[in-house]
Structure formats: structure tokens, C-alpha cells
RNA sequence: GCGGCCGUAGCUCAGUUGGUAGAGCCCCGGAUUGUGAUUCCGGUUGUCGCGGGUUCAAGCCCCGUCGGUCGCCCCA
């Protein structure tokens, strides 16, 4: 704001403590769910060359890449996804793990674009993805895991869908209707803005393939031209319970052409944002990225923070589970008041103790008056305030929530007795 | 790349027909030297985004520019 003061590049957030815990509460959700599915964590590179992503992807693409030489002459980009990466990771890896490889990474992703609502420059994406079954149980693993992810967060049926599509109901769509396989890309970019597009627009753009706007809106509400992939994929989610999350939707192609068979996207029910997650098959992107040195089957799918974040934001049951997560992960559990200055050595002593014991411990650094302590407890959210004074080792801890107080004594079993007491509820529940 | 809206204190904003800046919140201190949610008192903070123009006089009017935001395009 001010005018020689530096800002943050447009599209990075600053995290602040409050936007960090919000992150890590996130990561911490969708590693549990992975880890939950069997998935291994691996990382790969934020900086790769720039080649691994103008190898597979258009023109338009590399417009919003961040891209620059380094100081030895290589060509390098910040990754805009997290794809890339792990096809050149496995084709490089693959031969040291016995199949499928089932692997998630969370990273942080850069893209150069123009920021808006539920879109920055970067932001981070959960990607998870089964390498080397070209069966349709891994897809319906993969979207197991989403659905388990946006129920973890506290979503129900009510509040998002999956709409499930398969490209190859299109190809099978294209050969009937004469459409040249070189011109199917182009086609599909038709089925994907249909939404979008006015009737008229999309008239127009079907004029060389003579077809109209009806007759697309006539095949996608057909159920009958669902693929056997979407049936089994569909029984498969069902006798997990599950089938009620998903929705054949075969407008839904994704905008990409690496994507080979199955695609989905998770939307909020409302719509009011755009796509959640995104995923599908792409059975051929590791051999061609590999110059055809390995050739594995693949399935993934991709979660980034910023929508989410919205939505959960704007949700009822996800925000109170965030907020339970708050109170269970909070930063202080004790505060150590120091009553009488003369006993701050034997306070030192405690507070490293209780720290000892991998209680989360805060205390004031300096003397500090006696409510101004009582503030400081109360402002890092502490659960306890352990008041200790000049009846050292008489120790007097408040329940800050109940405003009661209970005695204790500093001995050896202090720290043990407190980590007992902080499994345990705050205090009696009024009737 | 294109369009709508908006730029005043760290944040949210007010600011009359033009007369050289205000509130609330936050933060810090005190009332309160052994008890935190309320209350009261005091304190810090601005080239009014930037540049030019009109005017005796511009936060306010005009032009330009930069930034933010929302949307279009695109969306791995």
C-alpha cells in the first residue's frame, strides 16, 4: 500500500498464522486419506526444465508457464502441475517398485495467469495417481479416494457430485458420425465449452461435422452410451457404498488431450464455484514423455487448495470440523502464569518439564503484571493457565474455559498427571 | 489479451454544493502490584495509489497511468 514498501507478487498469498494453519489442516486431511488408500508420499522438483512441459502440452500452455534460463543457460520452469513431474519420475523409478504404484504428492504449483476467485498463481494441488493397472478398479479406487477426501473435510451427497465421463463413449460417437480421428481433439473442445457456449455458437462450430447442438444434447442424455468402463466403474463405487457421490455426465471431457479413457470432475452441488478436483486416465503420457522407454497405464486426479477453500469456507459442517481440528491441534495447551517473579527459576524448571513431555507449553518471557498474563493465555488460546507463585510447589491450574481451578504439585509426576488431565474433558457438563 | 467495479490509517470504511482528514477494529500502555470474555481512559499510524490538468483552493471535477477485484478467454 504505502508507496516504497514492497508487496507480494500479484496471485501469492502471504500466509499468515491463521491462512497457515487453514494449509496445514488441508494437508494434513488429504495425506491421511492417501496414506488411509495405501498411497505412498513421494516429492518431486518444483523447478524442472522447461521441455517437460512444452513436450506434451499446446502452445497456449506455455504462455502461463514461469519460465526463465538459470544462471548456467538451462531453459527451467516453475511446475504449473504436478503430472509431469511424476510420469518422469516413474519412467526414470518405476523399475524399483513392484505394480500398481500407488503415489500422492502435495506441492505447491505456479502458473502464470490472471488471478480471480478460486484461481491464483499459486497455490498448492493434492495429486494422487495408480501407475500400471489398466484396469477400471484403479479408476475406482482414484475416485474413492476423492470422494473420501471431500468426506473427510466434512462434505456429504448433498454438497458436491463427481461427474463422471468417458472419452471413449466420444470416440465410439465420432466413428459413427464420421469424424476424422485427427479432428477429434477439435471436437472435443466443441463437447467441453458446450456449457459455455450459446446454442448458436455451438451450432456453428458443428457446421463441419453437420451435426447441431441437439444432436450432442441427445447422446449425452442417453445413459444407454454410458461405456463398460462407466458400468464397471459405477458397480465397483456401488458395493463400496459410494455410487451415490457419482453422476454419468458425458459432457465433461476435460480440456487437456492427454486424457485417454475415464475423466471426472467434482463440483459443488450449487455450482457456485468452479471444478473442485479433476481427474482421469492417461495411458499413454508416460510412454510418450519417456520417448517410449516405459510404457505404463495411469490414473490420477488433482485437488488444489483454492477452491476448496472457498467451499469449505461457505459450508456449515466443513468449517465446524475445521474448527474442532483448531481446538484439537491448538498451539498452547498450558500457560505458565508466573505470580511471584521470585519463582520464575522454578517455573523454568516446570515449563521444561511439561516440555519434556511433549506438552505444548508458552509462558511469559519477561515479568509481566498478573491479568496481563491471564490475557496472554487467553490470546495464544491456551487451554490451561498453571499459575505458579510464591506457594511453590503448590501449583494452582485454571480450567480457562470453566474458569475453575484445581491444586496440584510440582513433582516428578506433575507432567505425567497434567498429560493425563489433557485427555480429559475441561470439566463437569451443566445439566 | 478484453471488459465491469474499486483504490483514503495495519484492516473495514466515512468524508456534504470543491474550503489542505475522520470513525470503528487491531496493536501498545493504563484504570487493576494474585485471576482472562465486558467496561472505561490514553497512545502510535496517512505524500488520500501515482502523474498531470482545471481552480484562489482538489480526497472530491477532468485526462492518463499503475494496482486490486470480479467476469470473459484459458484452465494441465
Known amino acids: 500500500m504505502a508507496k516504497n514498501s514492497i508487496s507480494n507478487l500479484p496471485g501469492f498469498r502471504d500466509l499468515t498464522p491463521d491462512l497457515c494453519l487453514f494449509r496445514n489442516y488441508l494437508f494434513e486431511t488429504w495425506r491421511r486419506v492417501a496414506n488411509r488408500y495405501g498411497f505412498v508420499e513421494y516429492e518431486a ?161 458443428l457446421v463441419p461435422w453437420s451435426l447441431t447442438r441437439t444432436d450432442l444434447e441427445k447422446f449425452i442424455n442417453d445413459p444407454g452410451n454410458a461405456s463398460e468402463a462407466y458400468q464397471e466403474i459405477s458397480a465397483n463405487l456401488q458395493a463400496r457404498g459410494l455410487a451415490d457421490f457419482i453422476e454419468l455426465d458425458l459432457s465433461i471431457v476435460r480440456g487437456l488431450a492427454y486424457y485417454t479413457g475415464t475423466v471426472f470432475e467434482i463440483f459443488d452441488t450449487k455450482k457456485t464455484l468452479r471444478a473442485v478436483a479433476g481427474g482421469g486416465r492417461y495411458d499413454t503420457l508416460i510412454d510418450s514423455l519417456s520417448d517410449g522407454s516405459v510404457d505404463l497405464p495411469a490414473t490420477g486426479f488433482a485437488m488444489g487448495d483454492v477452491v476448496i477453500g472457498h467451499l469449505i469456507e461457505q459450508s456449515t459442517e466443513p468449517t465446524l470440523r475445521f474448527e474442532s481440528w483448531k481446538r484439537e491441534n491448538r498451539p498452547v495447551e498450558i500457560y505458565v502464569v508466573i505470580a511471584d517473579e521470585a519463582n520464575r527459576p522454578q517455573a523454568l524448571k516446570v515449563v521444561q518439564d511439561l516440555r519434556d513431555h511433549g506438552i505444548r507449553v508458552d509462558y511469559p518471557l519477561m515479568p509481566a503484571k498478573f491479568n496481563k498474563q491471564f490475557k496472554a493465555a487467553e490470546a495464544c488460546r491456551a487451554r490451561f493457565a498453571l499459575i505458579i507463585g510464591s506457594e511453590f510447589p503448590e501449583l494452582s491450574l485454571k480450567i480457562l474455559a470453566f474458569r475453575q481451578e484445581e491444586s496440584y504439585h510440582a513433582t516428578e509426576e506433575l507432567p505425567a498427571q497434567l498429560k493425563k488431565r489433557l485427555s480429559e474433558p475441561d470439566g463437569p457438563l451443566l445439566a
Request: glycine share 6%; proline share 4%; charged share 30%.
Open 45 to 205: 522438483p518444483a523447478l524442472e526444465p522447461t521441455e517437460l512441459y512444452l513436450k506434451k502440452s499446446g502452445g497456449e500452455l506455455s504462455s502461463q508457464l514461469f519460465s526463465f534460463e538459470d544462471q548456467g543457460g538451462r531453459q527451467v520452469t516453475l511446475r504449473p502441475e504436478l503430472t509431469a513431474s511424476l510420469a518422469r519420475m516413474a519412467a526414470t523409478y518405476q523399475r524399483e517398485y513392484p505394480k500398481p504404484l500407488k503415489w500422492f504428492e502435495i506441492g505447491e504449483c505456479y502458473r502464470y495467469e490472471s488471478p480471480q476467485k478460486g484461481r491464483l498463481r499459486s497455490f498448492y494441488q493434492f495429486n494422487a495417481d495408480i501407475l500400471g493397472e489398466a484396469g477400471t478398479g484403479a479408476d475406482a479406487e482414484l475416485i474413492s479416494v476423492a470422494i473420501d477426501t471431500m468426506r473427510e473435510l466434512g462434505f456429504c451427497e448433498q454438497d458436491f457430485v463427481v461427474r463422471l465421463s468417458d472419452r471413449n463413449a466420444w470416440v465410439d460417437f465420432a466413428e459413427a458420425n464420421q469424424i476424422a480421428p485427427e479432428q477429434l481433439a477439435d471436437f472435443l473442445s466443441v463437447v467441453d465449452k458446450l456449457e459455455r457456449d450459446s446454442a448458436e455458437e455451438t451450432d456453428k462450430k
